[in-house]
């Protein structure tokens, strides 16, 4: 059995249990409060009872977690004040990885993989448009199509967009106007460097659930700077990483230790506008995913950003201090307050105005599942630096990495962009010999792609493409995606 998590410390200790870890959670507080460190002292404590843990790192702090800690007067006064006398500073077990490619490993998935679902949330299409680009993506499957970067969606788009009429009894109406703002879109994802998420080699799931020589779970940390400068997109993107966890690992009850350990930061990027139809596929992956053996841990500001559907599912809290400047500021302590399982001792709405740095209100499951009456308590400081990485140490650990090799390197394919080239190749070929073809007449490949043949060209030769599909049977042009990347409501 794994020891107990130990997370902060009232007049005693207070514990997260490893089997009641998948029940999920949430880290709470206002800018300054030390919910980041919090993260990291948990993320550390899980990796030490060989759990590996995902988290996204926006503003780059995290990285120091690959280094040894030690010299900063802060924690050593926390320590000297929690009375820990087994406090090692040390590094902890981290893997780096980036979707640009430049502070981690690539991070990748496939058009296909991500599904119209998710991906008509990251252009911002309304319903029609989502609806055209569904059909999209059911074209392609029926025919053999594989959709695995940006530009064999766009290729896609344009075809079908051509054949519409064709298309029309079996697929519906496909209306130029939509095709229009789905490539407008794409572009738009393109500028923003969404071409370097879209490839292959994609992510297999089973790198992020490792363990070290020491049996310590890896850490792994998503650069996510520069990423939440598209924060749909990186909602998105960890939205689908829940989604496959979700399909791809197979059931298993409660475990005396959670398989993987996922911490979602910016939590309110994700249920901002978020449309029903996508929230009920979020709520039903979060409350079933903890039989998958992941706990999913929501890090944010407010937990009013948090829907009360999916905030009922979370059963191990941590509250920082929030500010009551506002109505809505007093209303987001008033509910924090009405959700902890009172205790007499402490006055949480009080309280949550009150709390120092690195002070929380803290409540765990305890082995029935039942929330334990809340604690005012000090976190325990990590044992790793609290700050970024330089750049020289990170790429040390990414030299040293388990995954280097497997995805720096891009592979690419015959896919969607290929075959439909050659088909229009082919089509001009047997028009040139059988009529011939006048001057400035036939199919210009780079007007399919919006008149851009030179970049398109480049794309070709960087784009990554996943090996694991197969489209040499019938069977392998079967695409089949999960909850939340589905055709047509089915698996």
Known sequence: MANPVRIAKAEDFLYILPKMANRHGLIAGATGTGKTVTLQSIAEQFSRIGVPVFMADVKGDLSGMSQVGGGNPKVEARVAQLGLQ????????????????VKGHPMRTTVAEMGPLLLARMLNLNDVQGGVLNAIFKIADDNGMLLLDLKDLRAMS???????????VQYGNISSASVGAIQRALLQLETEGGEMLFGEPALNLDDLMQTDGQGRGVINILASDRL?????????????????????????????KPRLAFFFDEAHLLFTDTPPALMQKIEQVVRIIRSK????????????????????????????????????????????AETFRPNPKVNVATAITELGVGEALVSFL????????????LIIPPESRIGP????????????????GIYDKPVDRESAYELLK??????????????????GKGFDWGDLLGGRSKRSDSVLESAAKSVARSAGSQLGRAIV???????????
């Open 422 to 439: 050659q088909r229009a190749d082919k089509s001009a070929t047997e028009e040139e010999s059988a009529k011939g073809v006048e001057e």
């Open 293 to 336: 053996g992941v706990g999913v841990y929501f890090v944010t500001q407010n937990p009013l950003d948090v829907p009360d559907i999916v905030l009922g599912q979370l059963g191990n809290r941590v509250q920082h201090a929030l500010r009551a400047f506002t109505p809505r500021d007093q209303k987001a302590v008033n509910s924090a």
């Open 86 to 101: 087994e406090y090692k500073p040390q590094a902890a077990a981290v893997t780096f990885w980036d979707v640009f490619g």
């Open 366 to 377: 305890d082995e029935k599942g039942i929330p334990t009456p809340v604690e005012r308590a």
């Open 158 to 168: 344009q075809f079908a967009a051509e054949n519409a009429e064709k298309f029309q």
């Open 389 to 404: 990485a330089t750049d020289a140490e990170r790429a040390a650990v990414m030299n040293a990495s388990l995954v280097r």
């Open 228 to 256: 939440l400068n598209s924060p749909r997109v990186y909602a998105m993107l960890l939205l689908w990483l829940l989604s496959e966890l979700f399909e791809k690992l197979p059931e298993v009850g409660d475990l005396e």
């Open 481 to 491: 995606r999960g909850v939340l990347g589905t055709l047509f409501g089915k698996k």
